[in-house]
């Protein structure tokens, strides 16, 4: 299937440690029970996360669980995860 999540909108003060907080997400989300999609979602706000901080550290969990909320918001009109 396909199913579309908007980019999170933050401010990108640094590109490193993404990728990596992106699959940390998705393990986490994925080993917390979650569904694909929802994992996906939760992984994509960590990615976002990680890009809030200049430096090489990665997402931290109250700023990923916050836009991961946004998200949420925003795609609560497009159906069900």
Do not use: Y
């Not at 080993?31 to 996360?49: I, L, Q």
Request: charged share 15%; net charge negative; aromatic share 4%.
């Amino acid at each position: 299937g396909v199913f579309e999540v908007p980019s999170p909108k933050v401010e990108a003060l640094s590109a490193v440690g993404a990728g990596d907080s992106f699959l940390a997400g998705m393990v986490l989300a994925l080993t917390s029970g979650k569904t694909p999609r929802e994992a996906f979602v939760f992984a994509m706000a960590a990615g976002a996360a990680a890009v809030l901080h200049i430096g090489t550290q990665l997402c931290k969990r109250e700023d990923a669980d916050a836009i991961h909320a946004a998200l949420m918001a925003e795609m609560s009109g497009a159906g069900p995860l």
